[in-house]
């Protein structure tokens, strides 16, 4: 049976538009933004109660605001239909943008036969006019209070144009916009209350969407001329007309001015969302009018990201290991300018940024430009930070900050990060990323990052430990080409919930964006004042509490080569590893405490070519450092491992003494063979906790010139005993 074929896109959209404007829709749309866009809970707020906003049936922003668009391209109806009126604009509304939705996602199956998935020809986004569908229905990458706290700091240096030419700063627009939503949550009981009382046919949502100059004023504490002034550059002006907006991807002017003004004087503000990105976008192109002020505002608008962009890092890895605004010299040539550079032990993060946005024109499918955008975003980043990066592990290399301090390298670098990041909203950026970025392969650069000042944001909320953060930007990057999500902060969730890690036999993982559930609450609480868990459960809630979470931040207040990769191996580890082995340890130290004698444990990891072992005991630092060196060359050596590592803890304090880091190829040799002959083979960490733990284990008594139990080889009196 042939599939019916979708009606034209065109088609769908004009009786889209003859729906909108039709008599009281917009207390439909009322509806619509109520249901789909708040969300009711009692106490604290709980994944559970977000889950309802990954629905299928929901509409997303995007599509509310296409309607939005639409309904005022006329003169706005504020009557009330009746009931079973309304009904009928919500099915009509529903069904069509069901049918736009596969009208848009057909393209996605041209060219699909099955000699072209045999062949692997059949790639859907070489065309951009597939990349259409994700641009209109991706995932938001930025939360609604990130909008509002950043255009505070993104426009802070025009302030003086601001005042002069609106009569307020951007300061007292975010406390504008942050009052608004506050007004609508306060009406919710009391509006609810009213209803109960009316006959049902007089029911809308409308007026809780519907704010005054005196409410907000009240709430935010401000004069009402500056309010009025805030909230009218906001909303469309009284007359205006969508009339530009007569295809999906036209500009919609709902986009710029959010707000609409009812007859009696009241701001509409259906979609919170919506009015704090307007506070984000809108006046970047109030200012770029000015032509006399371009030059000063696009200056601005690059130092904005540069800026917040280090600052954020400055929270994660500490103000002495971030520097802005770097030249790169080769000899006495300079090479180019970092934007950002971040050195922590023997790893270095490099981050360019650009402040080119995805285009109307773009958007509509025309490949030349979206190209186009891409390469000025993304591409031109990616290949200047590239191009400073290889020359961080040269011999002759300087490098200097902005204000004339030299910035000191380690001799070796073992990773070098690369970070591309933009300043807006950049739709279906990932799906860009990997069908339009051409990177190269140079060695101990990793392969890019690429995302929005919104997720580097939320990285360094969430993750504020230097290991925490690299561990996962190795693993982001080093997946890139497995992980399929709308945006960055679905994958960032799936971390810190489940500690990302693949199989090698995973060949390619989608996540849907339910998985940011858990992090949305966090970012709510810790932001918008949300009451709830600041921190989604899983590694960061388990992790931390284990002694491997301790010897995490031992790791962090002394980050040597030596132990870093030890951190990153760490981190690596599943829930139950990390549980079985934090407890070994923790009875290898209680043995010691109690008979003051020397206790070890050696572990082998199925999830990495390397191991740990860990020594425990009153030695003086120059006899355990020997013991454990000693040690892990010769287990190194048995297991073929190209790393292995080894750890003396303090028995009282359960604290790092030292570590040892063993990093080198594995070469054959008699002596090593005859000196390891008799080791042991190491163990998961669950058969040593059955073995430390285990009440019927009798322990038999050892021998001076019984082999160690250590597994070394040597005898115990020429070990362990010594």
């Not at 889950?51 to 668009?69: A, C, P, Q, V, Y």
């Not at 009557?79 to 099915?91: A, D, G, I, K």
């Not at 609604?144 to 426009?155: G, I, M, S």
């Not at 191991?611 to 009153?618: A, D, Q, R, V, Y």
Request: hydrophobic share 40%; charged share 25%.
């Amino acid at each position: 049976m042939k599939a019916k074929q979708s009606r034209p896109e065109a088609e769908i959209f004009a009786d889209l538009r003859l729906l909108c404007v039709k008599p009281g829709y917009i207390h439909t749309l009322a509806f619509l933004c109520f249901r789909d866009n708040i969300i009711p809970h009692a106490g604290e707020m709980k994944e559970a109660d977000m889950h309802r906003m990954f629905e299928l049936s929901r509409l997303i922003r995007t599509e509310i605001n296409t309607l939005l668009g639409l309904m005022v391209k006329a003169e706005i109806d504020w009557s009330l239909p009746s009931p079973l009126v309304q009904q009928e604009y919500l099915n009509a509304s529903e069904s069509l943008l069901e049918e736009l939705h596969h009208a848009l996602s057909d393209v996605w199956l041209q060219g699909l036969t099955a000699e072209a998935v045999a062949s692997g020809s059949f790639n859907p986004f070489e065309r951009a006019e597939a990349l259409r569908e994700p641009i209109f229905y991706g995932g938001e990458s930025a939360y609604n209070f990130q909008y509002v706290e950043l255009a505070a700091k993104r426009y802070a240096a025009d302030a003086a144009w601001l005042q002069e030419h609106l009569g307020y700063s951007i300061a007292e627009a975010a406390i504008v916009t942050r009052s608004v939503a506050r007004v609508h949550a306060a009406k919710f009981s009391t509006l609810r209350e009213e209803m109960r009382k009316l006959h049902p046919d007089q029911w809308t949502m409308l007026p809780f969407f519907a704010v005054s100059v005196a409410e907000v004023s009240a709430e935010a504490e401000m004069q009402p001329e500056t309010v009025e002034r805030i909230l009218g550059s906001l909303a469309l002006p009284p007359g205006e007309r969508n009339t530009g907006f007569n295809a999906l991807n036209d500009f919609n002017v709902l986009a710029a001015t959010p707000l609409l003004r009812t007859p009696t004087g009241e701001f509409i503000s259906l979609q919170v969302y919506s009015l704090a990105e307007a506070l984000y976008d809108a006046p970047f192109y109030w200012m770029a009018q000015d032509k006399a002020y371009l030059p000063t505002l696009a200056r601005n608008r690059g130092n904005f990201t540069e800026n917040f962009v280090a600052e954020r890092l400055r929270l994660v890895f500490g103000a002495d290991s971030v520097y802005p605004n770097v030249d790169v010299y080769h000899g006495k040539d300079r090479i180019g300018e970092i934007d950002v550079l971040v050195i922590w032990g023997n790893r270095a993060v490099v981050v360019q940024s650009k402040s080119k946005r995805l285009t109307l024109e773009a958007r509509k499918g025309n490949d030349q430009v979206i190209r186009a955008d891409f390469q000025k975003s993304v591409q031109d980043a990616y290949d200047q930070a590239v191009l400073c990066a290889q020359h961080l592990d040269g011999g002759k290399r300087r490098l200097k900050v902005f204000d004339g301090r030299e910035v000191t390298l380690p001799r070796t670098l073992e990773e070098i990060y690369v970070v591309c990041v933009v300043s807006d909203h950049y739709p279906a950026l990932s799906f860009q990323t990997r069908q339009f970025l051409k990177t190269v392969a140079l060695h101990r650069v990793q392969p890019p990052l690429v995302c929005d000042v919104f997720t580097i944001d939320v990285m360094s909320e969430m993750l504020r430990s230097p290991l925490h953060y690299l561990s996962y930007l190795n693993r982001r990057v080093n997946y890139g080409e497995k992980l399929l999500a709308s945006h960055e902060l679905t994958i960032l969730a799936y971390h810190l919930k489940y500690n990302l890690w693949l199989n090698p036999d995973v060949g390619m993982m989608h996540l849907n964006d339910d998985f940011t559930a858990g992090l949305d609450v966090a970012m709510g609480v810790r932001r918008a004042g949300l009451e709830g868990a600041a921190t989604p459960a899983g590694i960061l809630t388990r992790f931390n509490a284990t002694t491997l979470g301790r010897i995490i931040k031992d790791i962090e207040a002394r980050p040597e080569a030596a132990t870093i990769d030890l951190g990153f191996l760490l981190l690596s580890l599943s829930e139950d590893t990390v549980k079985n082995t934090s407890r070994a340890i923790d009875r290898i130290c209680a043995l010691a405490r109690t008979d003051h004698r020397h206790h070890d444990l050696t572990l082998a990891f199925d999830s990495a070519e390397a191991g740990l072992t860990i020594h425990c005991n009153e030695d003086p630092a120059s006899v355990a450092i020997c013991r454990l060196r000693r040690y892990c060359e010769r287990r190194k050596y048995k297991e073929a491992s190209e790393k292995w590592f080894g750890l003396c803890m303090d028995p009282k304090s359960t604290k790092v003494r030292f570590g040892v880091s063993l990093s080198y190829p594995w070469v054959k040799s008699d002596d090593m063979d005859g000196a390891t002959k008799d080791m042991q083979a190491p163990q998961s960490a669950q058969p040593i906790l059955d073995s430390l733990l285990g009440g019927k284990a009798v322990r038999k008594k050892i021998g001076r010139n019984d082999p160690c139990p250590c597994g070394s080889g040597l005898k115990y009196k020429k070990c362990c005993l010594a």
